[in-house]
C-alpha cells in the first residue's frame, strides 16, 4: 500500500499530459469556375456564360442576344442550346422567352460525356440566327474537370446592361484602301460675283413706310430692300409750286371747254373731225401738266419733313441684285442719300470659296492634289468640296502659305463667311492600310487609345498609332490586328469604367 500512492499519481499526471487530438472536418468540394464564350455573326452578338458541364448534372446557362443593328438586347423570341456528336443530335435545351431583355435562362444537363458539338439557335420576329461554338467537353465527373487558363491581358468589365442601356456600338476592323493627305488650316471667304454693295440709284430720302432688313436676314433677287423718295429739283419755294398747280388746273379747265366747244360743231357739220382731236389732245396734255405739278408738290413736301413717307411719291425701289445674307446695313429709315451711297452689303452663302493655306515646304506634294474635304470645327462629319478653283502661284509673304481654292456648295448654311476650318487635301498616292472610325480612337492621359471587345464583356485598351485620315477613318500603323473588334460608339464610357474602383454589379440571369 505504501507504494501504490505513487503509482496512482503518476498515472494521474500521465493522463493530464495528453493533447486531445484536433478534429478534421471534410471540406466541400470548390466549385467550378464560370466559363464565357462571346460569338459574332452578320446579325447578333451571343454572349453566354455557364459552368463547365458534366454528365448527368444540371446546369444553368446565362444567354445574351444583341442584335448587331442597333447593339440593343433582343426582347422576345426563343432561344435553343443543341449538343451534337458525331452527325447525330443528341440533346436540345429551349427557353420560349427572354426572362430579361436579352437574356434567355436554360437548364443543360447532358446525358453523356465526351466531345460534344455545341450550337445556338435564336427565332425571333423578323430575326433568325445561328452561332456554331464549336467543340466542348462533357466531363464524366466533376472530379476530371480541367481548371481553366488565366487571362494573360489585363481587361475592363463593362456588363451587357451597361451596354443595352448606354449609347454604344463595336466594329470588325479591316484593311482599307486610302489616300495620303495634308491637313492644313483654311478660310471660308465668299465666291466671285457673290459679294455686292447696293448702292443707292438717286439722290433723296428713304422710307419709313417699309421695314429694312437687318444684318443676318437672307434675302432673295430681286427683293425690295428700301425705297427712296428722289429730292425735288424745283425750288424749294412753295408757292411757285402752287403756283404752277394752278396754272395747270387753269389750262385743263380751258381745254375741257374747248374739247366740248368742238364736239358741238363737228356734230353740226361746222368743224371737220380733226378738230375735236386737236381738242381732245390739248385736253389731255393739260392734265398731265396738272398731275405732275401734284406730284412736284409731294416730292416737296416729303423731301421737307424729315418724318416723311417716300411712298406717298413715286419712290425708287432698292432691290437685291444678288439672293444671299445681309452682311452690313449702312443707312436708316427716313436719311438722306446721296446717288451712289452704299445701303447693304450682301454676301451669297448658297456657294462659297474655301481657300486652303498651304505652308511653302509642301509646294512639291501640291503636284499630286485629287481632292479635298473640309472638317469643320464642333462637327463630326466631314463636308465635301466641289470643284478646283485654282492654286496660287505666289506664297504670301507675311505667312508663307499658298492658296487652293475650292468652291463649295454650302448646303443648309454649315459654313459661314470669314470662318476658320481645316481642309484635309488628298494626295494621288493610295495605300492599303487597317483603319478604325475617328470616333474609336480617343485621348488617354495625352496618348491615342482604342478599345478592342476581346469577350461579350471584356474590353482591353490598346495605344495606337494613327495615320493618315480620310473622310471618317484614320489609319493605324500600330496596336491592332485584322479581325480586331474595336468600340466606335461609346468608347470614352469604358474609359471612365477602367478608372472606377468599383467592381459594377452582375444582373445576369443564372
Known sequence: MKNAYPILILSLLAAGCQKEKPVVKAQAPAEPETLSVSHWTGKTELFMEYQPLVAGVKRRFSVHFTSLANFKPLASGKATITLRQGDATLQTFTADAPSR?????????????????????????????????????????PGDIRPATEAKEETIAFLKEQQWSLDFGTQLIAEREMRDSLRVSGEVRPRSGGEVQVAAPV?????TASQMPVVGTLVSRGQALASIAPLTPAPADRPALEYGISEAATAVDLARRDQERAERLLKVGAAPARRLDEARAAFATAEARLKAANARLGQYETSRQAEGDATSSSPFAVRAPISGVIAEVKSTPGANVSQGDSLFRIVAVDSVYVVANVPEAE????????GAEIEIPGAAATMPVGRLVAKSSFVDPRSRTLGVIYEVANEGRRLAVGQSISVRLFLSTRVRALAVPVSAIIDDGGRPVVFVQLEGEAFARRPV??????????????????????????????????????????????
Open 101 to 141: 431583355p436579352g437574356i434567355f435562362g436554360l437548364d443543360v444537363t447532358p446525358a453523356r460525356s465526351g466531345r460534344h458539338r455545341m450550337a445556338v439557335q435564336l427565332n425571333s420576329k423578323g430575326l433568325d440566327d445561328s452561332h456554331d461554338l464549336g467543340d466542348v467537353d462533357v466531363y464524366a465527373s
Open 203 to 207: 439722290a433723296g430720302r428713304i422710307g
Open 363 to 370: 509646294l512639291p506634294r501640291l503636284s499630286k492634289l485629287a
Open 465 to 510: 498609332k494613327p495615320g493618315i485620315r480620310e473622310a471618317d477613318f484614320v489609319q493605324v500603323l500600330e496596336g491592332l490586328r485584322p479581325g480586331d473588334r474595336v468600340v466606335t460608339r461609346g468608347a470614352y464610357l469604358i474609359r471612365l469604367a477602367a478608372l472606377s474602383t468599383q467592381i459594377p454589379a452582375h444582373g445576369h440571369v443564372h
